[in-house]
């Protein structure tokens, strides 16, 4: 069975896959196109539209193993600032909680590069006294926050 489709009809200028053989559609049994595969008649800023909203989605990004990993470590990461600041910069504790924030900041840091690179999304981690989570630098949009419980 021939399972490639030419792809190259593809109206997208810019797309990676355009004069590329894709998998056969799911209709056919495979295992779907270029997921921003668009007709002649559809404008190339619709289909980049169409294509944004197909890449990312932050309500299903966040229920993948990778979206509640990145949202555990990020909780770990503020739990471990804590912690640190409760002991007096120096002491053994104080050094035992940095080794903690290092290694979480390390996996953060890796988080972040996968998201800029597979999603073009350039995410920080912030904290408040009032809340912590990941954002855009201007706090234009929040991939998750979590309000503070101030007891």
């Known amino acids: 069975m021939n399972n490639n489709y030419d792809c190259s009809d593809c109206a997208r200028q810019g797309c990676i896959h355009r004069n590329a053989f894709r998998r056969l559609p799911k209709s056919k049994g495979g295992s779907g196109l270029c997921p921003g595969r668009i007709d002649a008649q559809q404008s190339e800023s619709e289909a980049n539209a169409q294509m944004e909203k197909l890449i990312f989605n932050k309500e299903k990004f966040l229920k993948t193993d990778f979206g509640k990993a990145l949202k555990k470590c990020v909780t770990d990461f503020d739990t471990a600032l804590t912690a640190r600041s409760k002991h007096y910069v120096g002491s053994d504790e104080y050094?035992?909680?940095?080794?903690?924030?290092?290694?979480?900041?390390g996996q953060w840091q890796v988080y972040q590069a996968a998201m800029q690179q597979f999603y073009g999304l350039w995410l920080y981690f912030t904290r408040t006294d009032k809340y912590f989570g990941v954002c855009t630098e201007?706090?234009?949009?929040?991939?998750?926050?979590i309000e503070r419980v101030i007891s």
Not at 100 to 105: A, Q
Request: aromatic fraction near 16%; charged fraction near 25%.
């Open 138 to 145: 201007d706090e234009s949009f929040w991939l998750f926050k």
């Open 95 to 105: 050094h035992l909680e940095q080794k903690n924030v290092n290694v979480l900041l």
